[in-house]
């Protein structure tokens, strides 16, 4: 991947993860995804090309954590190809190729996440050799300002208010 391609990637990852099939990666991507990790770990995000377009894409990172057996592992971030190459076996491509990048950097496990509902993606990685390691669930809450509140926080307060934080009888635990 080269700098020129970030755009390209970009728009790409907008056609594939759409707010209507994928909300929860829909509202995860964005183009400081795409900029940061080319930027952080530019040797782990490739780009397939037909006819000097991108047509398909992988964004991996690294990290180490001590005091574990692998020490060292690769997490695919992101994986997208364009549909009318998908037969193609691009995707697979792109794959087996950072995992050689993974390999020779010393990389010992490599992880990979996606919604639940995304069987082609799970089929996918299932092809190449990963497991099901345990269902991991996203849990998310739209907030809306409450009647009365937005018009109080557009003025300014005459006298500073103290608070001080107690925590609820029945609140959960902190993670």
């Avoid at 209507?20 to 991507?29: A, K, V």
């Avoid at 990048?101 to 995304?118: K, P, S």
């Amino acid at each position: 991947m080269e700098i020129d391609d970030l755009s390209a990637v970009y728009r790409l990852g907008e056609e594939l993860f759409t707010s209507e099939q994928y909300p929860i990666l829909y509202r995860t991507w964005d183009p400081y995804e795409v900029t940061g990790l080319f930027t952080s770990d530019s040797e782990y995000c490739l780009v397939a090309e037909s006819d000097h377009r991108v047509v398909g894409f992988v964004l991996a990172t690294t990290f180490e954590k001590e005091g574990t057996a692998w020490k060292k592992y690769g997490y695919v971030n992101w994986i997208g190809v364009s549909e009318e190459v998908q037969a193609l076996h691009v995707g697979s491509r792109l794959y087996r190729r950072v995992e050689d990048i993974f390999r020779e950097d010393g990389v010992r496990m490599l992880i990979a996440d996606t919604v639940v509902e995304n069987e082609q993606a799970i089929g996918f990685f299932r092809s190449l050799g990963f497991n099901t390691s345990g269902r991991h669930v996203w849990l998310t809450k739209t907030l809306r300002k409450e009647n009365g509140r937005e018009a109080q926080e557009g003025r300014e307060r005459k006298t500073p208010r103290t608070r001080t934080r107690h925590a609820a009888p029945d609140a959960p635990p902190a993670i």
